[in-house]
């Protein structure tokens, strides 16, 4: 993460979309990295989505070390992690042992919101899973 952070400093609040878009969906299992025709990374909800290509570095780099062992659902959520804390931003724990699904359909983005959501309806949206207009701007303010 610090490697991409030094030389694109904006995948820091895209690597944070990218984590909230996969867990708004499935809850969090990578599903939104799986590519291919009418997949989660193909809905309209998430076509300016970025950050894949550093995923795919980092799982590289580990599967390197550890072949089969860390989930691709835990590097998504530690590079977010990561992204947040190269901004000076805070720190958390991320507990690990996620499994990555094997599922992923573009029609299951429904839950997300929609550029075209007026402002009232994506708040909504986000007090739904028991986020505030803080974590909306945090989120969604990229």
Known sequence: MKASFRLHPRIAPAMLKLLFSDCFVQGY????????PNTERTAEANLNLRGFD???????????VCPGVVSCADILALAAREAVVLTKGPYWEVKLGR??????LAANVKSLPSQTDSLT???R???????NTEDFVALIGQ
């Open 121 to 123: 309806e994506m708040l």
């Open 125 to 131: 949206i986000f007090a739904n899973y028991g986020l």
């Open 54 to 64: 550093v995923i795919e570095v980092i799982k590289s780099q580990i599967e390197s």
């Open 99 to 104: 499994r990555d699904g094997n599922v992923s």
């Open 29 to 36: 299992d990578a599903s939104v990295l799986i590519s291919g």
